[in-house]
């Protein structure tokens, strides 16, 4: 957001970025566009907000078959390319394919299957990161697209990737996950951490987007398991059951 040089693409690629196929969405104002002397790098700047809005320009506009989603603040590891290219020969049908993400420190971003998989659980569907995702552009139809309700910027501020993943997988398209690290990511801010009634706002839409019938077995799931990890207090059940039930409201509304 809000760039106007292309110097931060500087640290983000093990080789200099001339080198790869890149289109920068920049979501910022008329008074700071970035410009691209790169005949490699193109370069569109979005007068619009929203994490899945940008997410949709890009997908819209990417002219590449194999399409890695990144954000500005990633560092890729040495030769994620040929790894991303191994593994989409292997899965040649594959609309999205997760792969791992690390920590500065080297240590693994989260947990991950040991395997590779191509039967994802709920689990597995529901913790895959944007900066995880390799989408082939090439199987999709044009519908394909987040849902810009959700993400940052968005009504719903968190939720897009997963949402995505269930549309794909309820249209049909293949899905796997991959054991290759092709990305460093930063820890999460703990400025980005919400409170309780935000948080469970989102997760009301969220999962009343993805579960629809089976609503009410994953809120108390998600209560229980924040119970269990201490991210959730019996004192603030009621307020996160409202804010949840609030959420699910509001999404109905904006249909």
Same mark, same amino acid.
């Given at each position: 957001m809000n760039r106007s040089s292309l110097d931060f693409l500087i640290p983000m690629f093990p080789n200099h970025f001339s080198g790869y196929s890149i289109l920068v969405i920049n979501q910022t104002t008329r008074d700071a566009v970035a410009e691209s002397n790169y005949p490699n790098v193109r370069v569109i700047n979005s007068f619009e907000t929203g994490l899945s809005k940008s997410r949709n320009l890009a997908l819209s506009k990417a002219t590449g078959k194999i399409c890695?989603? %990144?954000?500005?603040? &990633? %560092?890729?590891? !040495?030769?994620?390319?040929? $790894? @991303?290219?191994? @593994?989409?020969n292997a899965e040649r049908n594959a609309a999205l394919i997760a792969f791992r993400?690390?920590? !500065?420190?080297? *240590?693994?971003?989260?947990?991950?299957?040991?395997?590779?998989? %191509? #039967?994802?659980?709920?689990?597995?569907?529901? *913790?895959?990161?944007?900066? /995880?995702? @390799?989408?082939?552009?090439? &199987?999709?139809?044009?519908?394909?697209?987040?849902? /810009?309700?959700? =993400?940052l910027g968005a009504q719903f501020t968190m939720g897009e990737e997963a949402i995505f993943a269930y549309t794909l997988k309820d249209k049909g398209y293949a899905i796997a996950m991959e054991p290759e690290v092709i990305v460093q990511h930063p820890e999460v801010h703990s400025a980005l951490i919400q409170s309780v009634k935000k948080k469970y706002y989102v997760q009301g839409a969220f999962l009343s987007r993805i579960f629809k019938r089976a609503y009410f077995k994953w809120l108390f799931?998600? @209560?229980?398991?924040?119970?269990?990890? =201490?991210?959730?207090?019996?004192?603030?059940?009621?307020? #996160?059951? $409202? #804010? #949840?039930?609030? =959420?699910?409201?509001?999404?109905?509304? %904006? $249909?």
């Open positions: 890695i989603i %990144t954000d500005d603040d &990633v %560092t890729f590891k !040495p030769e994620f390319e040929e $790894k @991303v290219l191994k @593994v989409f993400a690390e920590k !500065p420190d080297g *240590s693994l971003f989260k947990k991950y299957p040991s395997q590779r998989i %191509t #039967a994802l659980s709920d689990f597995n569907m529901l *913790s895959i990161m944007s900066v /995880e995702m @390799v989408i082939n552009k090439a &199987v999709l139809s044009d519908d394909v697209k987040f849902d /810009e309700r959700f =993400g799931l998600k @209560v229980f398991f924040d119970l269990k990890q =201490g991210k959730l207090k019996f004192g603030e059940i009621y307020t #996160a059951l $409202k #804010a #949840a039930s609030k =959420g699910r409201k509001d999404l109905i509304e %904006t $249909k």
